[in-house]
């Protein structure tokens, strides 16, 4: 460990937290993992908490995706990036 870093993890439930949110926490603790800077048991509590996050991001953008082909119809055509 090269600093003294910590992680407690937030009292907001991650079913609760907007797309935003969970994205911005995710990128957090990735950040933190990154460094190498927690003890184990804490990051073993960061890792939990991101792979939590990591889930929440996919279902809203799962949900999300749904909606958008709800409301295109059949108009939705694929993009295809030039």
Known sequence: MTEN?????PATPVDQLS???A?????????LLESNALPLETALAAF???QALAQ??????DKAELRVKQLAGEDL????PS
């Not at 055509?77 to 295809?80: A, K, L, M």
């Open 5 to 9: 870093t910590s992680y407690e993890i």
């Open 77 to 80: 055509i694929d993009f295809t």
């Open 48 to 50: 939990e908490r991101g």
């Open 56 to 61: 929440r991001c996919a279902t809203l953008l």
């Open 19 to 21: 797309f935003e949110e």
């Open 23 to 31: 994205l911005q926490e995710l990128e957090n603790i990735a950040s």
